[in-house]
């Protein structure tokens, strides 16, 4: 209850801290003539002659998408339904689904009234005009991994690219309107509906280069470009979004733009990073692609102290290890703190040979092995192998069946694998989700005490991570500089990770049992307490949009920082009357919380 007040407080307070940074309030243009959207049976609601008339615009591929939980446990659908419930391809592969169920007091997964199932940018269009010209709420779903549910909306027109999924290799490539003024560039363009995974076989199992992605394999790549985007080695790379070359992208007004550094720059800027759904569909990216290391791995173990004094020395010795020996382009991924007293390492390298990442780390375990307070639950594990086949399902299924998991369905793509790590998100029901940038300054010396002392207060509330990966600080220059430019926080370059707290249950969409909501609400308060002990050390601390707080009050300060009267002035001159709509996306806060009425 608390949570839902503060979201209503928000929503109702003046942009008083926007304005304090020298943005505008949002003027008529964006107030525009739209003041609230219809819903089925309300009057302005398409006619079915009109439906079927979009219906024949896009080839027949209008879709009424019905959730198979909607009839209960006795139907087949539901049944059927439930025996993929832990396969990420089988939930992004029905429109009327999403990759997460819910969130305690925040949303639940509904489908749309109608979905274009797109097959074309011209698709899109229809579907972008017919939700203008009727006033609809629209939905964009590429992969469905939204944790703040702004991939599905009850009553809404979807757009579902799900068939576009096209991988086009480009050995030098040049922007629209670049000819003479940049060089070529090894690159990759993809369609709206593809995933990492696509991508990846594409581009490295095929063709022997590295494209910076997403670690999760099913992740849509439009909508994790336009967040940012970070992959396991984002420290050597940049974020996914910093890496984009061009776009092509529906506007508001129903026309389809290509868009770089030379066509319409500021959108081609704010679709970096700017958060999807807010500003167009986009239907097709180009990103840069590189020379690809010898050798991925990675590095796992888990040390369990024997004392809470004991935890203390191991996370400062910890945060002391990773400044002198991780901090640096070659390592990403995480480390985990848990009230048990466990510290679970679970970290990934590129441009290191196994023996240079064992070494790397000897000291560390050294000092771990000379004192009696510790042992280990998991010994330590290093692996590592020829990049080409980081992502080669083959490879995997004859030396390391255990890391992954097929999508087993019948005439399903061999390549399509997810990450065993990654299943336990699948579907599931969201307690609670709060992150924080943490700035690489807290790793001087003389400051690393007490950011040993958060970490340690943090882990007596809840569980959390360190991501490395999602921080710039200590990465390759040019990767840092590319990230620069682009419309994230700009505190992400000079942060040395990202700390996550999260907890949740199994899949709950509506339809299916329903979750315990008193323990995701103590498990919400859990998270407030860490994720409070972590911002003693860091109290301005921004936070990545797609992983982050539905309830976050400052958001667009959290979210894009300084870079955020920038992103408003785009959004006013391409969504002039905020057609486009997603929860605390750029402009949203002219709307009430499901973005059908216009808020005062």
Request: hydrophobic share 45%; proline share 6%.
């Amino acid at each position: 209850m608390k949570r839902r007040d503060l979201l209503k407080a928000a929503l109702t307070l003046p942009l008083l801290p926007l304005l304090a940074r020298g943005a505008q309030a949002l003027p008529a243009t964006v107030a525009g003539a739209l003041r609230a959207r219809v819903r089925p049976g309300q009057a302005g609601w398409p006619a079915p002659a009109e439906w079927e008339a979009l219906k024949r615009a896009v080839g027949g591929r209008l879709l009424t998408p019905v959730s198979p939980f909607t009839g209960g446990p006795g139907t087949a659908a539901y049944a059927q339904a439930s025996r993929q419930l832990r396969n990420p391809f089988a939930l992004g592969d029905d429109p009327a689904l999403t990759q997460t169920s819910g969130w305690s007091g925040a949303w639940a997964s509904r489908p749309s009234a109608y979905a274009v199932a797109a097959e074309s940018a011209a698709d899109v269009a229809a579907a972008v005009d017919f939700a203008r010209r009727h006033r609809l709420r629209l939905v964009v779903k590429g992969g469905g991994h939204s944790y703040q549910g702004t991939s599905n909306a009850a009553d809404s027109l979807l757009v579902w690219p799900r068939r576009m999924n096209r991988v086009i290799l480009h050995d030098a490539f040049v922007p629209q309107g670049g000819e003479g003024k940049v060089a070529p560039l090894p690159a990759v363009s993809v369609q709206a509906g593809a995933m990492w995974i696509d991508v990846y076989h594409a581009v490295t199992t095929l063709g022997g280069r590295y494209v910076q992605g997403g670690g999760c394999t099913t992740v849509g790549v439009a909508g994790l470009v336009q967040s940012g985007g970070f992959g396991s080695f984002s420290k050597g790379f940049g974020t996914a979004a910093s890496n984009l070359l061009e776009a092509e992208v529906v506007t508001a007004d129903g026309a389809v733009l290509v868009v770089n550094e030379h066509a319409h720059p500021e959108l081609f800027w704010g679709l970096k990073g700017g958060g999807g759904g807010s500003l167009g569909v986009v239907t097709r990216l180009t990103l840069r692609t590189f020379e690809l290391p010898p050798f991925f791995g990675a590095m796992f173990g888990t040390i369990k102290a024997s004392s809470d004094q004991a935890f203390r020395a191991l996370v400062a010795r910890a945060v002391a290890f990773y400044r002198d020996a991780l901090f640096n382009p070659h390592w990403g991924e995480q480390m985990s703190f848990a009230p048990d007293n466990t510290l679970s390492i679970m970290m990934v390298f590129q441009g290191l040979t196994q023996a240079q990442a064992e070494q790397a780390w000897k000291p560390f375990f050294d000092w771990v092995r000379a004192r009696g307070d510790y042992s280990f639950a998991e010994p330590p594990r290093t692996l590592a192998l020829p990049a080409r086949h980081f992502w080669d399902a083959d490879f995997f299924r004859q030396h390391a069946p255990q890391l992954m998991v097929n999508d087993d369905r019948p005439g399903t793509p061999s390549y399509h694998m997810v990450w065993k790590g990654d299943r336990g998100q699948v579907g599931w029901f969201i307690h609670g989700y709060q992150s924080a940038w943490l700035p690489a300054a807290l790793l001087a010396p003389g400051r690393q005490p007490a950011l040993a002392d958060a970490l340690f207060a943090a882990s007596r509330r809840h569980a959390f991570e360190l991501h490395f990966n999602k921080g710039m600080a200590g990465g390759e220059p040019g990767a840092i500089a590319r990230t620069r430019d682009t419309a994230m926080n700009p505190q992400v370059a000079d942060a040395f990770a990202l700390a996550i707290c999260a907890d949740g249950s199994g899949p709950a969409f509506p339809g299916m049992p329903a979750p315990d909501l008193a323990q995701a609400r103590r498990n919400a308060a859990a998270i407030d307490q860490a994720m409070d002990a972590l911002r003693a050390v860091a109290p301005d601390a921004g936070s990545y949009v797609s992983e982050s707080d539905y309830f976050l009050r400052d958001w667009q300060q959290g979210f894009w920082g300084t870079n955020y009267a920038r992103l408003l002035r785009a959004k006013r001159r391409y969504d002039p009357e905020g057609l486009f709509f997603v929860h605390h996306g750029v402009g949203s806060e002219g709307w009430d919380e499901g973005g059908f009425t216009r808020a005062g």
